[in-house]
């Protein structure tokens, strides 16, 4: 019975608002990102708490590089076979109720990590993190296309991106900290912790548009105008309570006729680039401090800060750039590729840390190569132009499932050139390679954005 009390008093409030306020907007929608953001930065704490606790790890429990590396990737291989899944899901109970669970259980995976033992437990957990985790960005980019114009999308996606490098930055010391002082197990304990608490102000804050307490007419007309509300239910039954979501339609053939699509492929192809430079500094950039440049633990912990702060102002950065090329009359094509290519094609500029012997000049190198991966993580953007209506669960996941082929294959491939060589001189050739690769995609295959029309 709470459904109809909840939902008419909504209704009720936005009618007060549009008539004591007369067209003048209110801003929800600006609620709703900073849950996004709180969470997107927890998740990444969660994921990349590995990543930090791998040097006092690795000695505890024996594992050399190559091993290390595979214990990075494996949180990749349930997390990609989860995308598509995960999307269905989401497309199947919205947005409130998958991200919920979501975090409940990615937070439960990690803070069991700090009770492991041996290898076999730590595996098992990484993998249940990546199944956990991986409806997250698709229902991201489902609740900005739900709440947000276009206009609004890039700055909106930044800001939520952002929560992934703010938090690596400003929490990686108190973190470095607290390992040295408790331990690598007390980082699984505290961020697992936080996670599920948060997991319970998610359930009780959000709301679609139509739900919302504090919404009014003028700003759902607002989004509305500017693309958004393709998820409102658009009826009620006879008590005021809403319809449950409906059903996606979705076929399994339903994927490759999505990836014939060239502005599918191509953004694939580019986020997997990018996110190769995110997925280096995410899982083996602490090491890499550690023993390449033989840091110590308090210096890792400060040096660690300066990438990641470049890397949130390359997100809002790019973000707002193309919002503004948009809103100027600059195409699409040109307003959401071009922050994109430009940051890819300097993130390559990674390699040069190889030949330089001062560690302020090899940080410096790092946050200018981190800023502009920051630059380039606008891809969610074009995820949102270019799904299918009704298909925006399963686009998104088609997405983030390629895009995080890269969690499997860059630990791995960088595990495998230190162990192999002792040094990370090609680990860095690769990611900067692959960074090349990534801008001619956006250049040579992405072609038009615009939203896909499946045609039976």
């Known amino acids: 019975m709470s459904q109809p009390i909840q939902s008419t008093r909504a209704d009720s409030t ?25 969470g997107t930065m927890i ?23 190559a091993l290390m590396g595979l214990l990075f990737s494996v949180f990749s291989w349930s997390y990609a076979a989860s995308q598509i899944p ?10 409130k109720v998958t991200y919920f669970l979501s975090m409940t259980f990615w937070s439960l995976c990690t803070l069991a990590q700090g009770l492991v033992h041996g290898i076999g437990a730590l595996f098992a957990f990484r993998l249940g993190l990546g199944v956990s985790e991986a409806p997250c960005f698709p229902t991201n980019s489902r609740v900005v296309a739900t709440w947000f114009p276009q ?14 490098y703010i ?3 400003f929490f990686s010391p108190f973190l470095f900290m607290l390992m040295g002082a408790f331990g690598w197990r007390s980082l699984f304990y505290v961020v697992g912790g936080v996670g599920i608490v948060f997991g319970g102000i998610w359930w009780l804050f959000y709301r679609e548009p139509h739900e919302h307490p504090s919404v009014n007419q003028a700003e759902l007309d607002y989004i509305e105008a500017g693309g958004g509300l393709t998820h409102r239910k658009k009826d009620a039954d006879s008590s005021g309570a809403s319809a449950a979501p409906a059903k996606s ?21 580019g986020q997997f680039a990018g996110n190769s430079t995110l997925v280096f500094f995410l899982t083996w950039f602490p090491t890499y401090l550690a023993t390449e440049r033989h840091m110590a633990w308090l210096k890792i912990g400060f040096f660690a800060i300066m990438p990641f702060i470049a890397a949130s102002i390359g997100v809002m950065f790019g973000g707002l750039f193309s919002d503004w090329l948009l809103r100027r009359g600059t195409s699409p094509n040109v307003a959401r590729k071009l922050p994109i290519i430009s940051g890819l094609l300097l993130a390559s500029t990674i390699i040069l840390a190889n030949y330089v012997e001062s560690n302020v000049a090899v940080i410096a190198i790092l946050s200018v190569a981190f800023f502009a991966q920051g630059m380039a993580a606008l891809g969610w953007t074009l995820v949102s132009d270019i799904a299918p209506d009704g298909l925006l669960g399963v686009t998104g996941g088609i997405f983030n499932f390629a895009a995080n082929l890269a969690g499997i294959v860059t630990p791995l491939v960088v595990g495998f050139i230190v162990a192999a060589t002792g040094s990370f001189v090609g680990a ?25 029309v499946l045609v039976d």
Not at 43 to 65: C, F, H, K, M, S
Not at 151 to 164: D, H, I
Not at 249 to 269: A, D, N, P, V, Y
Not at 443 to 448: C, K, R
């Open 151 to 164: 206009s609004e999308r890039a700055m909106a996606t930044a800001t939520y991106t952002v929560g992934e």
């Open 43 to 65: 998740n990444y704490l969660d994921r990349t708490v590995l990543g930090i606790a791998a040097p006092q790890l690795t000695r505890e429990l024996g594992i050399n590089a």
């Open 86 to 95: 995960g999307g269905l899901f989401l497309d199947r109970f919205g947005s």
């Open 14 to 38: 936005r009618q007060t608002n549009a008539t004591a306020g007369t067209a003048r907007r209110t801003k929800a929608r600006y609620q709703i990102l900073s849950l996004l953001a709180v």
């Open 167 to 169: 938090g690596l930055a």
């Open 428 to 452: 860095l050739v690769f990611i900067g390679a692959v960074a090349l690769i990534g801008a001619l995609s956006y250049i040579f295959i992405v072609g038009d954005i615009k939203r896909i």
């Open 249 to 269: 339609g979705f076929e399994w053939r339903t994927i490759g006729r999505l990836l014939k699509h060239r502005q599918l492929s191509g953004i694939c192809l």
